[in-house]
Protein backbone atom coordinates (compact mmCIF):
# COMPACT_ATOMS: atom_id res chain seq x y z
CA UNK A 1 0.00 0.00 0.00
CA UNK A 2 3.08 2.50 0.85
CA UNK A 3 4.74 1.45 -2.60
CA UNK A 4 1.05 1.84 -4.55
CA UNK A 5 0.97 5.20 -3.01
CA UNK A 6 4.34 6.58 -3.71
CA UNK A 7 3.68 5.53 -7.23
CA UNK A 8 0.47 7.56 -7.44
CA UNK A 9 1.94 10.25 -6.17
CA UNK A 10 5.03 10.35 -8.20
CA UNK A 11 2.30 10.11 -11.43
CA UNK A 12 0.61 13.43 -9.41
CA UNK A 13 3.81 15.50 -8.70
CA UNK A 14 5.73 16.74 -11.13
CA UNK A 15 8.91 14.70 -11.51
CA UNK A 16 11.85 14.12 -14.06
CA UNK A 17 12.88 11.18 -15.88
CA UNK A 18 16.08 10.27 -14.63
CA UNK A 19 13.69 10.02 -11.16
CA UNK A 20 10.94 8.90 -12.08
CA UNK A 21 13.06 5.89 -14.28
CA UNK A 22 15.27 5.19 -10.63
CA UNK A 23 11.77 5.41 -8.36
CA UNK A 24 10.52 3.02 -10.83
CA UNK A 25 13.45 0.50 -10.58
CA UNK A 26 13.69 0.92 -6.61
CA UNK A 27 10.01 -0.07 -6.27
CA UNK A 28 9.82 -2.56 -8.73
CA UNK A 29 12.99 -4.50 -6.56
CA UNK A 30 11.20 -3.49 -3.39
CA UNK A 31 7.51 -5.26 -5.18
CA UNK A 32 9.74 -8.08 -6.38
CA UNK A 33 10.70 -8.63 -2.52
CA UNK A 34 7.79 -8.17 -1.51
CA UNK A 35 6.16 -11.05 -3.49
CA UNK A 36 8.60 -13.65 -2.98
CA UNK A 37 8.41 -13.09 1.12
CA UNK A 38 4.70 -13.44 1.05
CA UNK A 39 4.10 -15.49 -2.09
CA UNK A 40 3.94 -18.74 -0.04
CA UNK A 41 2.09 -17.42 3.10
CA UNK A 42 -1.32 -18.37 3.59
CA UNK A 43 -2.63 -15.12 2.65
CA UNK A 44 -1.82 -14.41 -0.80
CA UNK A 45 -3.07 -10.97 -1.42
CA UNK A 46 -0.67 -8.70 -0.69
CA UNK A 47 2.22 -10.94 -2.99
CA UNK A 48 -1.04 -10.60 -6.33
CA UNK A 49 -1.13 -6.42 -5.35
CA UNK A 50 2.68 -6.59 -5.24
CA UNK A 51 2.85 -8.27 -8.82
CA UNK A 52 0.01 -6.08 -10.12
CA UNK A 53 1.52 -2.55 -8.85
CA UNK A 54 4.54 -4.19 -11.15
CA UNK A 55 2.65 -5.22 -13.83
CA UNK A 56 1.39 -1.45 -13.66
CA UNK A 57 4.53 0.46 -13.73
CA UNK A 58 5.51 -1.89 -16.61
CA UNK A 59 3.09 -1.27 -18.97
CA UNK A 60 2.76 2.53 -18.30
CA UNK A 61 6.33 2.20 -18.43
CA UNK A 62 5.83 0.31 -21.98
CA UNK A 63 3.42 2.62 -23.12
CA UNK A 64 4.78 5.91 -21.96
CA UNK A 65 8.35 5.26 -23.41
CA UNK A 66 8.18 5.06 -27.59
CA UNK A 67 12.44 5.26 -27.60
CA UNK A 68 12.66 1.55 -25.55
CA UNK A 69 14.39 -0.66 -27.82
CA UNK A 70 12.66 -3.30 -29.65
CA UNK A 71 14.33 -6.57 -27.59
CA UNK A 72 13.75 -4.70 -24.46
CA UNK A 73 10.32 -3.41 -25.10
CA UNK A 74 9.52 -7.20 -26.13
CA UNK A 75 11.19 -8.06 -22.88
CA UNK A 76 9.46 -5.75 -20.48
CA UNK A 77 5.93 -6.96 -22.23
CA UNK A 78 6.95 -10.21 -21.49
CA UNK A 79 7.65 -9.62 -17.71
CA UNK A 80 4.20 -7.50 -17.60
CA UNK A 81 2.37 -10.32 -19.28
CA UNK A 82 3.80 -12.37 -15.98
CA UNK A 83 3.33 -10.15 -12.87
CA UNK A 84 -0.16 -9.52 -14.39
CA UNK A 85 -1.09 -13.34 -15.12
CA UNK A 86 0.41 -14.16 -11.39
CA UNK A 87 -1.37 -11.40 -9.88
CA UNK A 88 -4.72 -12.61 -11.28
CA UNK A 89 -4.12 -15.92 -10.06
CA UNK A 90 -3.02 -15.12 -6.45
CA UNK A 91 -6.07 -13.09 -6.15
CA UNK A 92 -8.46 -16.14 -7.67
CA UNK A 93 -6.24 -18.25 -5.13
CA UNK A 94 -7.02 -15.33 -2.23
CA UNK A 95 -11.06 -15.00 -3.52
CA UNK A 96 -11.00 -11.51 -3.97
CA UNK A 97 -12.80 -10.29 -6.94
CA UNK A 98 -12.49 -6.73 -7.49
CA UNK A 99 -8.70 -6.73 -7.11
CA UNK A 100 -8.57 -8.83 -10.14
CA UNK A 101 -10.03 -6.10 -12.27
CA UNK A 102 -6.23 -4.19 -12.25
CA UNK A 103 -4.22 -7.53 -13.59
CA UNK A 104 -7.73 -8.21 -16.05
CA UNK A 105 -7.16 -4.46 -17.48
CA UNK A 106 -3.36 -4.48 -17.78
CA UNK A 107 -3.28 -8.06 -19.48
CA UNK A 108 -5.86 -5.84 -22.46
CA UNK A 109 -3.90 -2.95 -22.53
CA UNK A 110 -0.87 -5.95 -23.30
CA UNK A 111 -3.09 -6.85 -25.88
CA UNK A 112 -3.72 -3.92 -27.27
CA UNK A 113 0.12 -2.66 -27.19
CA UNK A 114 0.75 -6.32 -28.83
CA UNK A 115 -1.91 -4.75 -31.97
CA UNK A 116 -4.13 -7.47 -30.79
CA UNK A 117 -7.26 -4.89 -31.03
CA UNK A 118 -10.06 -7.29 -31.17
CA UNK A 119 -8.51 -9.75 -28.30
CA UNK A 120 -8.02 -6.59 -26.48
CA UNK A 121 -11.52 -4.88 -26.99
CA UNK A 122 -12.95 -8.18 -25.92
CA UNK A 123 -11.15 -8.84 -23.05
CA UNK A 124 -12.04 -4.68 -22.67
CA UNK A 125 -15.86 -5.60 -22.83
CA UNK A 126 -15.48 -8.88 -20.32
CA UNK A 127 -13.47 -6.56 -17.54
CA UNK A 128 -16.77 -3.88 -17.83
CA UNK A 129 -18.84 -7.06 -17.66
CA UNK A 130 -16.89 -8.14 -14.56
CA UNK A 131 -17.28 -4.79 -13.01
CA UNK A 132 -20.51 -4.66 -13.35
CA UNK A 133 -20.81 -8.10 -11.76
CA UNK A 134 -18.64 -7.49 -8.97
CA UNK A 135 -20.65 -3.94 -7.93
CA UNK A 136 -24.05 -5.59 -8.42
CA UNK A 137 -22.77 -8.48 -5.78
CA UNK A 138 -21.43 -6.23 -3.62
CA UNK A 139 -24.41 -4.07 -3.19
CA UNK A 140 -26.40 -7.50 -2.43
CA UNK A 141 -23.52 -8.26 -0.31
CA UNK A 142 -24.39 -5.11 1.79
CA UNK A 143 -28.35 -5.38 1.42
CA UNK A 144 -27.80 -8.67 2.79
CA UNK A 145 -26.22 -7.69 5.54
CA UNK A 146 -28.18 -4.68 6.03
CA UNK A 147 -31.03 -6.78 6.64
CA UNK A 148 -29.79 -8.98 8.95
CA UNK A 149 -28.37 -5.94 11.10
CA UNK A 150 -31.78 -4.51 11.38
CA UNK A 151 -33.60 -7.78 12.12
CA UNK A 152 -31.26 -7.64 15.04
CA UNK A 153 -32.15 -4.41 16.27
CA UNK A 154 -34.70 -5.20 19.28
CA UNK A 155 -38.12 -3.56 18.79
CA UNK A 156 -39.26 -1.14 21.62
Same mark, same amino acid.
Given at each position: ????? *???? +????? @?? $??????? %? !?? @?? /??????? *????? !??????????? +?? $? &????????? /???? =????? %? $???????????????????????????? !???? =?? +???? %?????????? +??? %???????????????????????? &??? !?????
Amino acid at each position: NELRS *EVQR +AEREP @IS $SADWRAL %R !ER @IL /GELDQLA *EQVEL !ESDFAPAARAK +AL $S &AHLNVEHLE /GDPS =LPPDE %R $SELARTALRQAHESLELFDRAGHLTPRL !EPQW =LL +ARLE %RLGGEREKAR +ADF %RRLLADAHLITATSLVDAAEKAVA &AAQ !EVPTQ
